[in-house]
């Protein structure tokens, strides 16, 4: 059965420290997405992917990198986390062309103290 | 800018009235469209999915949607909601050229009331 499957589901960060969320497809799906969710904003694109070894950004990259190492994986890195981006992020994966409707996985929430 | 709007932030139906929620998108060229649902504290679960052919489409929990270049909108519809239907639903593009893009509009809060 087709999946997206992030984790951690819950975390708790320190302000400046390290955040790596991660993200796992068995879709086949060239392209993955990340995507923050804030209440009055909707679904905000961070970075995407077209494929391993691609990344590109979104519509608010700003204080993240994105890395995908295989087709499966997509892992989205605050590598010095602030307050501002608690929330609750998305992946997603979908076909080449987007003939392959996305699917989403449950959501990571992040809190940064 | 290419873009997907959804004007109405809420919408309020008894049940089983008839449902209409609307979506229209700018976008200059072939658009892969989407509705998804969201209920509280899930992921967005896909409803249904329009590529270039047949305007309406069916979806799941009996959803259409109807696609029209005209009017640049693609709005869905149920004929009797369910109280189960209470959700958030958002309207979704994908731009075709270039960047394969996955926009978002800001979604609506569907209220069912008894």
């Known amino acids: 059965e087709a999946a997206v499957t992030q984790s951690p589901r819950n975390k708790v960060a320190v302000t400046g420290g390290k955040v790596t969320l991660s ?5 086949n799906h060239n392209n993955m997405y990340w995507y923050r969710q804030d209440t009055g904003h909707g679904l905000r ?12 950004k979104g519509d608010i990259p700003d204080g993240y990198k994105a890395s995908r190492p295989s087709q499966e994986n997509f892992s989205l890195i605050l590598e010095l986390a602030t307050p501002s981006q608690t ?12 003939n392959q409707a996305p699917l989403f996985g449950e959501g990571t929430r992040l809190s940064v103290l | ?9 809420r919408v309020t139906v008894s049940e089983g009235a008839s449902l209409q929620l609307r979506c229209k998108y700018s976008y200059f060229g072939t658009p892969y469209l989407f509705w998804y649902v ?7 679960q896909l409803l249904l999915k329009y ?32 109280w ?28 069912v009331m008894p």
């Not at chain 1, 993200?23 to 879709?27: A, E, G, I, K």
């Not at chain 2, 800018?1 to 932030?9: F, M, R």
Request: proline share 4%; with cysteine; charged share 10%.
């Open chain 1, 23 to 27: 993200c796992n497809q068995t879709n």
């Open chain 1, 45 to 56: 694109l961070i970075h995407y992917s077209y494929g391993a070894g691609s990344t590109e």
């Open chain 1, 87 to 98: 929330s609750v992020y998305f992946c997603a994966s979908g076909g080449r062309d987007g």
């Open chain 2, 1 to 9: 800018a290419q873009s997907v709007t959804q004007p109405d932030a």
């Open chain 2, 38 to 44: 969201q209920y509280p504290r899930q992921g967005l």
């Open chain 2, 51 to 82: 590529y270039p052919g047949d305007p309406v489409v069916q979806g799941v929990n009996g959803f259409e949607a109807e696609f029209s270049k005209s009017n640049s909108s693609f709005h869905l519809r149920k004929a009797s909601v369910h």
């Open chain 2, 84 to 111: 189960s239907d209470w959700a958030v639903y958002f309207c979704a593009v994908i731009l075709s050229s270039g960047s394969w893009q996955l926009i978002f509009g800001s979604g609506t809060q569907l209220t």
